[in-house]
């Protein structure tokens, strides 16, 4: 079946910089996508959502870039902090489903 | 937004014992999920709950293995049956507010750790 995945399993990042965490999906039927950040002991909290209609959407330090040509999502984080330190996954819906399906999820380090 | 919490947070079983986990949700709220994430893995989903019917399970899920309950529309509960070490994970209760891609709203409670030894 069709599924999301993501590229690299772990990034280590120094603080201050920038992140970029990639994630490919393969349903071109998905019509909505959301990133989710999961710290150690606690359950996937919401970061940031897009919907296929647009390429970018800003929030709070974080963006997240669409490209559906190549079936190519992406987070980026600006300024990392310690406390961005965390598995971020992606997930994406399809347009006839109201489940998500997850991808493999990407593990951030933020070194001081 | 939905505050989910569950219980026990942790526990730890013998195998061919079963565990009880329970959802409680802070609003009244019609799509419950259940999902599994083993250790270093993504989310799996379970089922889906919904107040009145029977629970959806996923392909490899089955009833007798994962029962659930919804009696109403801010609690459910998962039970992990005759329980082996491979059920050893981090069980997570959802909820869903809104279904399209203009309100679609999910949020996760803190998760349920299992080890069975």
């Known amino acids: 079946g069709e599924s999301v995945g993501l590229h690299l399993p772990t990034l280590s990042v120094q603080e201050g910089d920038n992140s970029i965490i990639n994630c490919a999906y393969s349903?071109?039927?998905?019509?909505?996508f959301i990133w989710y950040k999961q710290e150690s002991g606690k359950g996937p909290q919401f970061i940031i959502d897009?919907?296929?209609?647009?390429d970018k959407r800003q929030g709070q330090r974080v963006t997240v870039l669409l490209n559906k040509t190549v079936k190519h999502l992406s987070l980026q984080i600006a300024a990392t902090q310690p406390g961005d330190s965390a598995v971020y996954f992606c997930?994406?819906?399809?347009?006839?489903?109201?489940?998500?399906?997850f991808g493999a999820g990407t593990t951030v380090t933020v070194r001081a | 937004s939905a505050v989910i919490s569950q219980k026990p947070s942790r526990d730890i079983c013998q195998r061919g014992t079963s565990l009880t986990i329970q959802c409680q949700v802070d609003?009244?709220?019609?799509?419950m999920f259940w999902y599994r994430q083993q250790p270093g893995q993504s989310l799996t989903l379970i089922a889906t709950?919904?107040?009145?019917?029977?629970?959806?399970?996923e392909s490899g899920f089955v009833i007798d293995k994962f029962p659930i309950s919804r009696p109403n529309l801010t609690f459910s509960t998962l039970t992990v049956s005759n329980m082996s070490p491979e059920d050893s994970s981090i069980y997570l209760c959802?909820?869903?507010?809104?279904?399209?891609?203009?309100?679609?709203?999910?949020?996760f409670g803190p998760g349920t750790r299992l080890t069975v030894t």
């Open positions: 959802s909820v869903l507010l809104g279904t399209d891609s203009y309100s679609y709203e999910q949020y």
């Open positions: 349903n071109s039927a998905s019509d909505y």
């Open positions: 897009i919907r296929s209609n647009m």
């Open positions: 997930a994406e819906k399809a347009s006839n489903d109201y489940k998500l399906s």
């Open positions: 609003s009244q709220v019609t799509m």
């Open positions: 709950a919904n107040q009145g019917s029977e629970a959806t399970y």
